[in-house]
C-alpha cells in the first residue's frame, strides 16, 4: 500500500540462523536471575558455597531436576536449562545411556546428584573426585591424542545429516546423541548413516521397520484378513475336509474319547485359544535348542558395556521385548530396562544372554503356525501374529467319537513339527475361560476346563489375570473394601453385588466385571474383520526446531496412514490429531533417550466432508487442526493420526464384498428404476424399464407423472398385493408359512392418513410446480385477471420454497374438500389443481396399532413449528428437519426392495449393516415416523421366514430389542407389537 514503510527491526538474536535457540537460551537464563532475586527478597540466602559454579542437569536424577535448581537459587549457583561447554561447570546425572557415554568429551565432567547434596550437608564445596562417573572417558591427560579414524566417521555423519559443526558451542551434543535402541536402527544400503530423530527423512521409515509394536499391530491386520480371505476359496474348504480324513484314519482313540460326549442340542461350545510361548525368543533360537535353558531377552541392545562393577556403573535404557522363562525365574519381566534385567540375573550368578529381533523368522513361523491350524477348520478368530482363538465345536462333532484334547495334542505336535517352536492352549466353553486355561498351561501345555468345573475353576483366578483389569481398577475396589485384601474373583464375589459394583465403577464397566468374575462370556468368534479405527502413533524421536519440520513429518505420516487404510480396505469420514507436549515440569531429555517422558496430551477430531483414503486430504486436514493447538514445537514430544468412521472399499462386479456378502449400500444398487412410462391396466404395478411398445400408453406429461406417482406411493404402505404373488410358488412353501402369507395378505399393514396426507399434498404440489415450471407467458396473458395473479403468487411462493424446502417432499399444505369450494374457488387454478379427482385417496384409511403416537407427534409439530403465511390458501410451508435415509433411500418401497435384496442375498448379516439398519430405524423414531419402522420390522421379518434364513434370527432380534427400547422410551414403555 502506497504511503507504508517497512519497519527495520534490530538484530535481537532472531536474525540469524540460531537465533531463535539464542534468545531462548538468553530468556531462560534471565528467568533464572528474576528467580534468584524474588528467592533473595523473600529469604535470605542460606549459604554461597556454590558462587561460581553452573550446572546442567540430564537424565534421571534424585532429587529431580527442579529441586536441584532450586537448590541452586538458594545457595549461590547457576542452573542452565540448555547444555552449553562454555557456561557449564559440571554436568549432573545419575544414569546415562550407553550412546551419550560416547559421545562424552574430555574434561566434560558428569558428577552425580549427590555431590550437591553432601555439599548442603557440609556447607563447604566438596571435590568432585569421589561423585564422578565415566571417569576413564571424561579425564583429560595433556595433549589429547588425535584419532584420524573417528574424526573422518564423524565427518562422514555430519555431511549425511547436514548437522551443524559439532564443535559449535552452542549446539547440545548430548541431544544430538543416539541412544542405545536408536543405534541399532541403521537405515539400509548405508553403513554411516542413522536415523537419530524425526526430522531425517528416512527416519519414520526406518523406524516402522525395526518397531516391534508396528511389527505386533500390522501383523494383526494382515492376520484377520487372511484368515476372512481363505473363507472365500472353495479349494480351500476342499483342502480342509481332505486333511481331516487323512487325521480321522491316524487317530488311535482310547477309552478318554469314547466316553466324551458333546451335547449338540443343548449347542455347548469348545473354544480352543492357543498361544506360541516366548514367541520372539522361541524363533530366535528355534535353530539354536541349546541356547534355550539359558537366561534370553529379545532387545535392540546388543548387551554389550552395559554395565560395570565400580562406581561408573550405568543401565541400558534398551526394553526388552521379549524374554523367556529361564530369565523370568530371575525376576526379569516384558518391557524392562535391561540394565536392571542385567542386574538381576547377575545377582544370581547368571549372565543374560540378548538377542536381535529376527522380523524374517517372525514372519515365517508365524504364517506356519496359522497355516497349521487352518488346514483343519476356519472357525477362528486372529488375535495377533501367534495368539488366536479356534471353535472346535463343529470340528469335534465331525471327528466324533473324540476328547478335545486327543485333538490339541495332536495339533501342537504337528505345530511344533512345523514351526521348531512350542505353543500352549487352553479350552473352555466360552473365550474368556480359554484364555485364562492357556496362562495356566503355560509353558507348553494344555488345559480343558470341562463342563461342570467353570466355577470351580474361576475362583482360584487372580483379579489381575482377568483381561482388561489394571491397578487403577483394582485400587477401586480396594477403596471399598478396606478389610480385606482383593486379590481373587472368589472375593470379587463374595464381596460385591451387581449393585456395588455398578455404584463404584459405573453402569457398564460394573456388569463387565461382575460377569467375568463369574465366568461369564457370551462373545462368539469375530469371522469378518471389521476395524474400528486406523492410526499411526509416533511417541520415539520426535524432536522438532521448526513447524516446517513439523510439517515435512506429517507428510510421512499421512502416506504410511495412506497405505495402512489401503491394506485394511477402508476409507475414513472422521480424522482425530492427538498431540504430547513436553510438561511444564519436566526435563527437556527423559530418562529414556528420545522417548517422550512425562508429557500433557491434547486432541482434536474434524468430519471430513467424505469418505477418503487421500494422503493429501489427510496432510492438510491434520495441518490445519494442528494450528489450532497452542504450544512450542520444541517441546513437542508425540504425535499421532486416527481415521475413524470407515467404510470398506472392496467390491466386485456382482456388488459383493469380499466375504461373499452384498451390504446395504450395494443392495441399493439393485433397486428397480423408476419408471418413465406406466399403463393404467397394470395390475401389479411393477415397475419397468423399457416398456413394450403395444403396452405404451402415451399420456400428456403431468398426467402420466400423477398416475405413475400414486401407484407408486401405494406400493410404499403395502408388503404384497395379491398380484404380486406367485401362486404356484406360495403352494410350495410350507403349510405354517403359507398359512401366516395368506392372513397377512387378508390383513395388511394398516395405513396412516397422516402419512397418505402427506403424500398425496407431495404428489399434488410436484404437478402444479410442473405446470408453473412449463407454462407460456403468451398463455398467461390470455387467462383471466384473476387466475393470472393466482398463477403469479404460486410463482413467487416457489421462490420462497426454494429458500426454505421442504425436506424429503412433505409439506403441510391443508387440503380442502372439492365439495367444500365456494365457486369464486373453484375459479381458482390452484385449488382447482389441488382439490382433482387424481388426488383424493384411493385406499380406504384404517387404524394402526401406533396411529395414536404418531396423530399426537404429528398435531404436536403442526402446533409448534414455524410457517409462512400467505393471504391465500396454500398459506403453510414449515421448515423442518431431513428425513431419515439409508443408502440413500428415502421412501417406503424403495427402503423395502433394499431390504429384500440384502436379505436374499446374504446367508448370515454383516454386523457393520446390522447397525446402520437399527440406527436408521431410531432415527426414524425421532423423526416420528414411527410406522414407517412398524412396516419395515414386519416386512422383514416376514422376508427373514420366507427364506429361512435362521443365521440372521440371532443378529435381527438383539435389532428389533434396540428399536423396541427406544420406542419404549419415547412412547412411555409402549411396544409395538410385531406377532
Known amino acids: 500500500m502506497a504511503g507504508r514503510t517497512s519497519v527495520q527491526r534490530g538484530d535481537n538474536g532472531w536474525g540469524e540462523w540460531g537465533g531463535y535457540m539464542a534468545a531462548k537460551k538468553r530468556k531462560l537464563e534471565e528467568q533464572f536471575d528474576k528467580d534468584c532475586m524474588k528467592n533473595a527478597q523473600q529469604h535470605e540466602r542460606k549459604s554461597n558455597i556454590f558462587h561460581g559454579i553452573s550446572i546442567f542437569v540430564d537424565g534421571h536424577t534424585e532429587p529431580p531436576a527442579d529441586e536441584l535448581k532450586k537448590l541452586m537459587i538458594e545457595h549461590g549457583g547457576v542452573y542452565h536449562a540448555y547444555y552449553s561447554k562454555d557456561k557449564v561447570t559440571y554436568f549432573i546425572s545419575n544414569n546415562l545411556p550407553y550412546a551419550k557415554i560416547r559421545k562424552l568429551k574430555p574434561n566434560d565432567k558428569v558428577v552425580r546428584s549427590q555431590w550437591i547434596i553432601d555439599c548442603i550437608k557440609q556447607n563447604k564445596l566438596l571435590p568432585t573426585h569421589d561423585y564422578e562417573m565415566y571417569k576413564d572417558i571424561t579425564k583429560s591427560r595433556g595433549q589429547t591424542e588425535l584419532n584420524f579414524k573417528r574424526i573422518e566417521s564423524m565427518k562422514t555423519v555430519t555431511a549425511d545429516f547436514n548437522v551443524p559443526n559439532s564443535d559449535d558451542e552452542e549446539n547440545n551434543s548430548f541431544e544430538q546423541a543416539s541412544s542405545s535402541e536408536t543405534e541399532e536402527i541403521q537405515v539400509e544400503n548405508d553403513d554411516h548413516l542413522s536415523a537419530l530423530d524425526a526430522k531425517h527423512p528416512k527416519f519414520l521409515e526406518t523406524f516402522l521397520k525395526r518397531s516391534r509394536l508396528h511389527y505386533l499391530s500390522s501383523t494383526a491386520v494382515a492376520k484377520k484378513v487372511y484368515v476372512q480371505d481363505l473363507r472365500q476359496k472353495n479349494e480351500h474348504h476342499l483342502s480342509i475336509e481332505k486333511q481331516r480324513e487323512e487325521l480321522k484314519t491316524k487317530l488311535q482313540r482310547t477309552e478318554r474319547d469314547y466316553l466324551f460326549k458333546l451335547n449338540d442340542e443343548k449347542k455347548d461350545k469348545i473354544y480352543m485359544h492357543i498361544d506360541m510361548d516366548c514367541f520372539f525368543v522361541s524363533v530366535a533360537t528355534r535353530n539354536q535348542p541349546e541356547l534355550r535353558d539359558q537366561p534370553i531377552a529379545i532387545t535392540h541392545s546388543k548387551g554389550k558395556k552395559s554395565t560395570t562393577s565400580n562406581e561408573n556403573q550405568f543401565y541400558s535404557r534398551s526394553e526388552i521385548s521379549s524374554c523367556n522363562y529361564a530369565a523370568r525365574q530371575y525376576g526379569v519381566r516384558n518391557g524392562m530396562y535391561l540394565g536392571k534385567a542385567q542386574e538381576l540375573c547377575r545377582n544370581h550368578q547368571a549372565k543374560l544372554l540378548c538377542l536381535p529381533y529376527d522380523y524374517e523368522g517372525f514372519h515365517i ?120 485384601t482383593i486379590e481373587t474373583c472368589k472375593q470379587i464375589q463374595n464381596l460385591f453385588s451387581l449393585e456395588q459394583l455398578k455404584t463404584i465403577l459405573g453402569k457398564k464397566q460394573g456388569q463387565t466385571i461382575y460377569d467375568i468374575s463369574r465366568g461369564i462370556d457370551m462373545r462368539i468368534l469375530s469371522k469378518d474383520y471389521l476395524p474400528k479405527s486406523i492410526s499411526i502413533d509416533i511417541n520415539y524421536g520426535i524432536r522438532f526446531q521448526t513447524f516446517d519440520e513439523l510439517t ?131 395390475d401389479n404395478n411393477q415397475d419397468v424399464d423399457q416398456p413394450s411398445e403395444s403396452s405404451v400408453t402415451r399420456k400428456r406429461p403431468m398426467q402420466q407423472e400423477q398416475t405413475t406417482t400414486i401407484a407408486r406411493k ?151 413449528n414455524p410457517i409462512i403465511r400467505n393471504e391465500q390458501n396454500f398459506n403453510q410451508y414449515e421448515k423442518i428437519k431431513q428425513q431419515p435415509s439409508i443408502a440413500s433411500c428415502t421412501s417406503l418401497s424403495d427402503v423395502k426392495l433394499m431390504l429384500r435384496e440384502w436379505i436374499e442375498s446374504n446367508d448370515e448379516p454383516n454386523q457393520i449393516d446390522i447397525d446402520i439398519f437399527q440406527n436408521y430405524l431410531i432415527d426414524l423414531l425421532n423423526f416420528h415416523n414411527a410406522e414407517m419402522v412398524y412396516q419395515l420390522l414386519i416386512y422383514s421379518l416376514l ?37
Open 365 to 484: 513361523v508365524s504364517d506356519l503356525f496359522y497355516n497349521t491350524v487352518l488346514s483343519y477348520t476356519l472357525d477362528v478368530e486372529a488375535v495377533s501374529c501367534d495368539e488366536m482363538y479356534v471353535d472346535l465345536t463343529e470340528l469335534i462333532l465331525y471327528l466324533k467319537p473324540l476328547h478335545p484334547l486327543t485333538f490339541v495334542s495332536l495339533l501342537r505336535e504337528e505345530i511344533q513339527l512345523n514351526t521348531k517352536c512350542p505353543c500352549s492352549a487352553g479350552l473352555a466353553s466360552n473365550m474368556l475361560l480359554a484364555r485364562l486355561a492357556t496362562r495356566q498351561a503355560k509353558p507348553n501345555g494344555q488345559i480343558y476346563i470341562e463342563k461342570g468345573y467353570e466355577q470351580e475353576f474361576i475362583l482360584k483366578q487372580k483379579i489381575l489375570d482377568l483381561p482388561g483389569i489394571g491397578l487403577s481398577l483394582l485400587d477401586k475396589l480396594q477403596q471399598n473394601c478396606s478389610h480385606y
Open 552 to 682: 515435512l513429518f506429517i507428510k510421512q505420516l499421512s502416506l504410511e496412514l495412506y497405505k495402512r487404510l489401503k491394506q485394511a480396505k477402508q476409507k475414513g469420514k472422521q480424522l482425530t490429531i492427538k498431540i504430547r507436549v513436553r510438561s511444564s515440569n519436566a526435563p527437556i531429555e527423559p530418562e529414556k533417550f528420545m522417548g517422550c517422558g512425562r508429557t500433557d496430551d491434547s486432541s482434536r477430531l474434524i468430519n471430513l466432508h467424505s469418505y477418503t483414503d487421500d494422503p493429501t486430504i489427510i496432510e492438510l486436514e491434520t495441518i490445519k487442526l494442528l494450528k489450532q493447538f497452542h504450544f512450542i514445537v520444541a517441546d513437542l514430544r508425540g504425535i499421532g493420526i486416527t481415521i475413524t468412521q470407515l467404510q470398506s472399499t472392496i467390491k466386485n462386479i456382482h456388488g459383493k464384498d469380499v466375504n461373499g456378502t452384498r451390504t446395504l449400500f450395494e443392495c441399493n444398487q439393485f433397486r428397480v428404476s423408476k419408471p418413465t412410462i406406466s399403463n393404467d391396466n397394470d
Open 714 to 864: 401405494l406400493t410404499r404402505h403395502i408388503c404384497y398385493t395379491p398380484g404380486q404373488i406367485d401362486h404356484e410358488v406360495m403352494n410350495e412353501l410350507p403349510t405354517q408359512i403359507r398359512q401366516e402369507l395368506e392372513e397377512y395378505l387378508k390383513n395388511p399393514p394398516a395405513l396412516l392418513e397422516s402419512n397418505l396426507d402427506s403424500e398425496q399434498n407431495t404428489i399434488a404440489e410436484k404437478s402444479f410446480s410442473q405446470v408453473m415450471d412449463h407454462i407460456d407467458e403468451s398463455v398467461l396473458n390470455e387467462l383471466p385477471l384473476e387466475m393470472r395473479r393466482e398463477i403469479t403468487i404460486a410463482k413467487k411462493l416457489r421462490k420462497i420454497e426454494s429458500k426454505y424446502p421442504p425436506v424429503g417432499g412433505k409439506r403441510l399444505v391443508p387440503i380442502t374438500n372439492p365439495s367444500n369450494l365456494t365457486t369464486k374457488d373453484k375459479n381458482n387454478a390452484f385449488n382447482v389443481l389441488m382439490n382433482s379427482p387424481q388426488k383424493q385417496p384411493i385406499i380406504k384409511k384404517t387404524s394402526n396399532p401406533i396411529k395414536k403416537w404418531r396423530t399426537e407427534t404429528m398435531l404436536h409439530e403442526e402446533i409448534n
Open 943 to 979: 422376508q427373514l421366514k420366507i427364506v429361512t434364513k435362521t443365521n440372521w434370527n440371532e443378529k435381527f432380534q438383539i435389532l428389533i430389542n434396540a428399536v423396541q427400547k427406544h420406542f419404549g422410551q419415547m412412547y412411555g414403555g409402549a411396544t409395538m407389537d410385531l406377532s
